[in-house]
């Protein structure tokens, strides 16, 4: 199963991409991470329409999509591993997990989702949702090999 963080933004140097690394860096399955930008100043909802239509076109072709937004389920780690493990069981070549951009995620992303993923109640950075979604990524990853990390 090869595993996509679909975003809106460039990460460059920094303390953001410092630690999307250090877990990215950990993990076993392959994993890109494929950037969107819109550049053109936009109405806000404009804005966030175009990002969707950019998010949806770098997703990886019949991938199993998860929208990480603040409308959708607050899975446990347990659960989330559960979950791409199923998947890798199935046999599906491709996830993308989708970040949207600094005023939220294309309606439609969501709605289309296989999973509507939320890291909780408060607003994350996009910036760092990336390095979030990477050390859950690779906690699946140890609780799926009954490896202890998970729980520390």
């Known amino acids: 199963m090869h595993l996509s963080i679909v975003a809106v933004g460039r990460l460059r140097q920094g303390p953001e991409r410092t630690l999307y690394e250090h877990y990215a860096n950990r993990i076993r399955w392959p994993l890109a991470v494929l950037e969107v930008e819109e550049r053109r ?29 603040g409308s959708g ?3 446990t780690s347990d659960a989330l591993a559960k979950r791409l493990g199923a998947w890798r069981d199935e ?6 997990l ?3 951009g600094a005023d939220g995620l294309d309606r439609s992303i969501v709605a289309a989702a296989d999973l509507v993923l939320s ?9 760092l949702m ?5 050390e859950q990524i690779y906690r699946a990853q140890q609780i799926l090999a009954g490896h202890p990390y998970h729980r520390s």
């Open 41 to 69: 100043p936009l109405p806000t909802e404009r804005q966030i329409a175009r990002e969707g239509e950019l998010l949806r076109a770098a997703c990886p072709r019949g991938a199993r999509i998860i929208a990480l937004d």
């Open 73 to 75: 389920r607050a899975l």
């Open 91 to 96: 046999s599906v070549g491709e996830v993308a």
């Open 98 to 100: 989708v970040i949207g």
């Open 119 to 127: 890291f909780g109640a408060v607003t994350w950075p996009h910036l």
């Open 130 to 134: 990336r390095a979030l979604v990477a």
